[in-house]
RNA sequence: GGAGACGUGGCCGAGUGGCUUAAGGCGGCGGCUUGCUAAGCCGUUGUACGUUUAGGCGUACCGAAGGUUCGAAUCCUUCCGUCUCCGCCA
């Protein structure tokens, strides 16, 4: 959510934010709308003050046993114009409210300006093209033939795009899960969370599933509750409505969890294998900051990312999204994308977002800075570190051999076994 | 799922319709003292919104939302949460 008052005092480079955003807001409507709220709060707030001193004489007149009929006559009329008021007030500030959540994020002066995916700049390259010479198969070719992953039945048990893993390929996943939790824990300073995969209204509107966006989300109608689509929700929610001590700040977690998509409006779009699924795995970092420190963070958040793959011996590169591939609540963000050598393909496994107070204000998230002064927003970053699929994909690529078996890299021997890399 | 108890500031805790502007204490912050010394004394204390050149002023907030009343932390209704006991359960 965007600060109300910014808005009033800056319009037109919010304005020029939001466009820049290939979005569209109503700030005329907005700004009129702010502008009778005050003036009905100015209002009211005269009546409740001349009700509080009319109301203090019937204290002292009822003390001293005197009449106060005239008194309480004539404060009865000015209740029932505060209730009107009170009422009208309510109404407008739900109005307001509701406006206020459908504005997204505006860009940061660092984010380039474009307007979609096409003209997203690539800012880093990493590695080197596995090109061996001899025909490459598919993860979906290796893992039928390693038997690593059986889609059929996990089509039977849930529907297509919910994956069952089996045998090493179950052994697999578990393994790249505990990695990259403990490269974050142990070489990036993270704190671990297991959070719920479920979250309610409250929590998904502070990080802006809602209300835009509650089609893409798994929905429990009967217990009002939300499959999380990202470990982003319950752990961004951590500190919702909290006050932190500027000591405390930076706070950095990294969680893992299952994850629930439902792909709405992207049937029929790269439904082979791990390309796109209902539910999958990610480890996910979190972190609230102070407002100076959080793109020097953001640095570093991608940064640490970007060591996974790196430590995995993968290709990737970074790219930085222009305004207008920007999602609704990012100022900035940066994609990591895998090569994956037989699909011939980049795959987007990985998302690291500056959302500044954006989400704080929607979940009041706020700290007190050092040596008192006044309470403020602090700002919240996330990116994946990283999701399993697409990793999963571009690892089976990378290190397949001739006779159509995996060699794990060296890393991962501590969560396979030494014999356990060879995938045959 | 059933029965009961409870929900007050950073924390403890008083408060059953009106000098409550939420007592008192702890903690925090500022100052004084340095013959009460592992201390003592004085002052201060939250959040949001509105308003103001500024200092300030006003309004609201006692789990949440409504209601009764001239007036609600206090009375009524609904909801949420916590705790205890019972039932079920990995």
Known sequence: ??????????????????????????????????????????????????????????????????????????????????????????????????????????????????????????????GSRFSPGFDLKTHLELGESLGLFDFPRGTKIAGPGFPLYTGKGAKLERALINFMLDFHIDQHGYTEVLPPVVSNAKSMTTTSQLPKFEDDMYKIPQDELYLIPTAEVPVTNIHQGEILAAQDLPIRYCAYSSCFRREAGSYGKDTRGFLRLHQFNKVEMVKFTHPDNSYAELEALRGNAEAILEALGLEYRTIELVTGDLSFAAAKCYDLEL???????????????????????????????????????LHTLNGSGVATPRLLVALLETYQQEDGSVMLPEILAPYMGSAGLHLT
Do not use: Y
């Open 1 to 126: 959510m965007l600060d109300i008052q910014k808005i009033r005092e800056n319009t037109e480079s919010v304005r020029q934010g939001i466009q820049n955003k290939n979005m569209s807001i109503d700030f005329d409507a907005i700004l009129q709308l702010d502008q009778v709220r005050r003036d009905v709060i100015a209002e009211v707030e005269v009546l409740k003050h001349d009700r509080n001193v009319v109301s203090k004489d019937v204290a002292v007149r009822k003390k001293n046993k005197e009449d106060a009929s005239d008194l309480i006559i004539k404060t009865r009329d000015i209740g029932q114009r505060i209730k009107t008021l009170d009422d009208k007030q309510r109404a407008i500030e739900a109005d307001l409210n509701k406006l206020m959540l459908e504005i997204p994020n505006i860009p940061h002066a660092s984010t380039p300006i474009g307007k979609d995916a096409s003209e997203n700049p690539v800012v880093k390259e990493w």
């Open 339 to 377: 090569w994956a050598p037989g699909e011939e393909r980049w795959l987007e496994v990985s998302s690291c977002s500056n959302f500044e107070d954006f989400q704080a204000r929607r979940g009041a998230i706020r700290f007190k800075p050092e040596g008192g002064g006044k309470v403020q927003l």
